[in-house]
Nanobody, 115 residues
């Protein structure tokens, strides 16, 4: 079955960096578009970044220039490098893929940006 397991979240000060990882299994990772979403308390889940099977990435305006999504098809893993973190980046971050019109999600990893 499809499994997405996120890791790498934590508490970081404003201006700091974190790298999130999402280990995927149960499907052909290399041909799937992968994405990171986030959900802050009281807010809707929003798309942060997406990367196609060919490595084309796109980002939410709020993270452009600060976050970088990448993938390692040999390791079935997608990453989100987050730099210059701001308090408004605080959220639970989820890994996502879509297959046959169904969304698959990981369990999420908490990122808290606070001094």
């Amino acid at each position: 079955q499809v499994q997405l397991v996120e890791s790498g979240g934590g508490l970081v000060q404003p201006g700091g960096s974190l790298r999130l990882s999402c280990a995927a299994s149960g499907f052909i990772f290399s041909i799937n578009t992968m994405a990171w979403y986030r959900q802050a308390p009281g807010k809707q889940r929003e798309l942060v970044a997406r990367i196609t099977s060919g490595g084309v990435a796109n980002y939410a305006d709020s993270v452009k220039g600060r976050f970088t999504i990448s993938r390692d098809n040999a390791k079935n893993t997608v990453y989100l490098q987050m730099n210059s973190l701001k308090p408004e980046d605080t959220a639970v971050y989820y890994c996502n893929t879509v297959m046959r019109y169904l969304d698959y999600w990981g369990q999420g990893t908490q990122v808290t940006v606070s001094s």
